[in-house]
């Protein structure tokens, strides 16, 4: 196979990793840019949906904090394990491109932030129901999970259909 081959035979994989990157790294360039210190935060529904500048240097639920410095390893293993899968691995089903492009924009976009400043910068901030606040990468790695849920249980009952 040649080159093209390779790339084109996952190319949702591809396109959803790189999108999912572009938004995840341009939503944060944002906040960086309009907010000047930790903390700040832009109600867009007051009580409920804020805006809020965090720098997180754990994982989600900011669990492992302090733990950058391994989590960046971590986030470029996956992002490399990933790569390689979709590259050199057999031709995926839609929902498992879906999946793991989902979850590679999600790793590589929180690992260049783990890499350049040495935390995760985070802004969704729903606070109705008090839950951590988030980025757009992690929104793709749950996504991604999601679609990979679906592929296996719409796999499962295909094949025990057809038996």
């Not at 832009?42 to 965090?54: A, D, K, M, R």
């Not at 749950?142 to 295909?158: H, W």
Request: negative net charge; proline residues 1%; aromatic residues 18%.
């Amino acid at each position: 196979m040649d080159l093209r081959t390779d790339l084109l035979k996952n190319r949702w994989f591809w396109l959803v990793a790189l999108a999912g990157l572009i938004a995840d790294q341009f939503t944060k360039t944002v906040v960086l840019q309009t907010f000047s210190e930790v903390g700040d935060t832009f109600p867009l529904w007051n009580g409920v949906f804020h805006f809020t500048y965090v720098e997180n240097t754990g994982a989600a639920f900011s669990i492992f904090t302090d733990g950058v410095h391994w989590l960046r390893w971590l986030s470029l293993g996956v992002s490399i394990g990933l790569m390689a899968l979709a590259w050199f691995g057999d031709r995926l089903t839609i929902w498992e491109q879906l999946g793991y492009g989902f979850i590679l924009s999600g790793a590589m976009g929180n690992g260049v932030d783990r890499f350049l400043f040495g935390y995760v910068v985070d802004f969704l901030d729903f606070r109705l129901v008090n839950f951590p606040v988030f980025n757009i990468a992690d929104i793709c790695i749950n996504i991604g999970i999601a679609c990979l849920v679906i592929n296996l249980f719409f796999l499962q009952s295909f094949s025990e259909s057809e038996k």
